[in-house]
Structures are given as structure tokens and as C-alpha cells.
């Protein structure tokens, strides 16, 4: 199951079950006030009958002015009595009562009674929110499924014209030469193995296999080759100290080159990248339009500009989580942007 799927799940049973409980507590409180309430019926009754029998164990009798109350009428929250007239009596009523201690018992018992019924009530509830909150994400589950598939699908029969369309440049080039015409195919066929391994890398997820990467090299190599996809643009690169950590080639490849290629694709004519590798940080430097809202800019789909899917910086945020890379972006608009890598909480060897 995948993260969103997890997330939806959880959201989606913990309200389910949630408005469920408080609807279980509500109907269980209110099933005490009831059966405290018939309970209480039940002591008064049985007084009534003791008040003709005074034959009742669990019951103190006494003899009390008439001022006290008024008869037939159950008094007291803790230790409930009653009054009951006596013939030929004008002062005296007789007074009739249940003792505290039993009737905090019996409440007690009551309460553990209908706390088990609670219990088992909510263990009932927790599962019919398991099954339905399943039942309710099945079919989102299997659109989502279904549309992975398609997207896979089409990735899939991309290789067949791409495989295509690079024999032929090559036997174009073999025959007529390097030239401006084949180094812009060349270019186009870039672009879209770019966007190729983005896609497989917003729908794929592998494991990190981390071998040991010298950082300011490995950056030097992909702002080289990125340089050749955009010969308009002034690409520099500097190191001020050596900088190896362990972590995975692969997916560093697709962060920095998300991050080299959106610095040249939305940069000024004959604007410029400058990378540079300083202490435990990789700096990606342009000077193209900027970011209007630098908080928003990693997430799916967002983009300020009509190019592009919105995924090249939501794929860097996925990856940079992943291998425990910070990042922070500054920019201005019309200006240029500089973003920091930040490779301080990656090991220098193997653990």
C-alpha cells in the first residue's frame, strides 16, 4: 500500500470511527441515566411494600417528624429513603431507606455491566469501520491502479520510438556529420529521456542502495552533460573543500538534474548556473525569472510557468526525503534563485 493510500485510509477511518464512538458514548450514557433511573422505580417500590411488611433486610426503618418531606416520595442521591404515613399517627411519618454502601455497590455493578456491553460495542464498531472504510477505498484504490497502469503502459511504448529515433540520428550522423540539424534531434531525444525517467521515477519507487559518491565530482558531471542541452547558457563550477558521503548515485542524479535543468530551461538569454560545493552544502545558482512562491514550488503539479508537468520538484522533494538531504531555496523574482543542498546528516562510510 502506498503512502497517500495509507494516509487516506487512516483520515478516512479515524473520522468513520470516530463519529461512530461519540454516537456509542452518547446511546451508553444515556442507557445509564435509564437504568439508573428504573433502578431507583425498583428501590421505591420495594419500600412501598416494606412499608406494609417490615420485612426487609437490606432496609433501615425509623421513625421521623412530619416536617421531614412529604410521603410516598423517594428522597437522597447517595442514600435514597422514603416516607410512608402510619395509622393513627398526626406527628410521625416512618421512614424507609437503603444505605449508601449498597447503593453505591449496586451502581457499581451496573456500570461494570454496561462498561463490558461498552467494550465489546466498540470492538464491534472498530471492525465495521475497518470493513467499510476498505469497502469505501476500493474503488478510488482501483481507479488510481488502473490509471499507474495506463501511465506505465505508455512509458513502455516510448521506448520503441525513442529506440528509433536514436539508431537514426546516429546512422544520419555517420552519413551527413555533426551538425546544428542532428545536435537539436539530439537535444529533443534528451529532453525526453529526461522526462521519462522523471515519470518512472514519480511512479516507481526502489530502494536506496547507497555505495560511497564524491559529491563535488559527481555534481561537476551532471551540471557537463546538462551544459550540452542548453549551449545558450553559461555553466560554472567551483569547489572550495572535498565532500564524499554515502548515499544513492542514482537518485542523486535525478535530484541534481531536475535542479541544473529547471536553472537553464527557465533562465534569461545567455543567463548563467553556477554550482559551487562549500562545506557540507552544494550550491545551484541562476539567473532566471525566480520563484514567485517558494513555499508552494514542491508540490505535485505546481508550476509557474506553462512548460513542464509541475513533477520535477516534487520528484526532488521525494527523493531528498528519502536519502535525508536538506533543502532550502531562496529567490527573487527577475533575479535568479539559489538553492542549497545540505548533505550534513549523510555518513562519510558505511555503517
Not at 36 to 43: N, V
Request: glycine share 4%.
Amino acid at each position: 500500500m502506498k503512502r497517500y493510500e495509507k494516509e487516506s485510509l487512516f483520515k478516512n477511518f479515524f473520522v468513520f470511527f470516530f463519529l461512530l464512538e461519540i454516537l456509542l458514548v452518547l446511546l451508553f450514557t444515556e442507557l445509564y441515566r435509564t437504568e439508573k433511573r428504573e433502578y431507583k422505580q425498583t428501590l421505591f417500590q420495594t419500600m412501598q411494600v416494606c412499608s406494609y411488611t417490615l420485612a426487609c433486610e437490606d432496609f433501615t426503618f425509623d421513625f421521623v417528624s412530619k416536617e421531614k418531606g412529604k410521603p410516598n416520595t423517594l428522597y437522597g442521591t447517595d442514600e435514597l429513603c422514603s416516607y410512608f404515613s402510619i395509622p393513627k399517627s398526626d406527628k410521625y411519618y416512618m421512614k424507609i431507606a437503603y444505605p449508601s454502601v449498597s447503593f453505591k455497590k449496586d451502581m457499581q455493578e451496573i456500570i461494570t455491566g454496561l462498561l463490558v456491553k461498552f467494550i465489546l460495542a466498540t470492538l464491534l464498531l472498530l471492525g465495521t469501520a475497518l470493513f467499510f472504510t476498505f469497502y469505501s477505498l476500493k474503488p478510488i484504490r482501483k481507479a488510481l491502479q488502473l490509471n499507474d497502469e495506463f501511465v506505465k503502459d505508455i512509458l513502455h511504448d516510448f521506448n520503441t520510438p525513442i529506440t528509433s529515433m536514436v539508431l537514426n540520428l546516429k546512422m544520419f550522423k555517420e552519413e551527413q556529420g555533426e551538425n546544428t540539424f542532428a545536435k537539436r534531434i539530439s537535444h529533443s531525444i534528451d529532453t525526453l529521456l529526461f522526462l521519462q525517467n522523471n515519470l518512472k521515477s514519480f511512479l516507481f519507487h526502489t530502494p536506496s542502495q547507497n555505495s560511497k559518491v564524491d559529491i563535488a565530482a559527481f555534481a561537476n558531471e551532471r551540471m557537463i552533460l546538462m551544459s550540452n542541452a542548453y549551449p545558450k547558457i553559461i555553466f560554472s563550477f567551483s569547489q572550495e573543500n572535498t565532500l564524499v558521503r554515502m548515499t544513492h548515485p542514482e537518485l542523486l542524479a535525478r535530484i541534481l538534474d531536475n535542479l541544473l535543468s529547471n536553472a537553464a530551461k527557465y533562465n534569461k538569454t545567455n543567463g548563467s548556473v553556477t554550482v559551487t560545493v562549500r562545506k557540507t552544502k552544494v550550491y545551484i545558482e541562476d539567473t532566471g525569472k525566480g520563484i514567485e512562491n517558494v513555499e508552494k514550488v514542491m508540490h505535485r503539479y505546481y508550476k509557474e510557468q506553462d512548460r513542464g508537468l509541475g513533477l520535477g520538484l516534487h520528484i526532488v522533494k521525494k527523493f531528498i526525503t528519502e536519502l535525508d538531504i536538506k533543502i532550502q531555496i531562496e529567490s527573487k523574482k527577475e533575479v535568479g534563485t539559489t538553492i542549497a543542498l545540505d548533505f550534513k546528516n549523510l555518513p562519510e562510510k558505511q555503517v
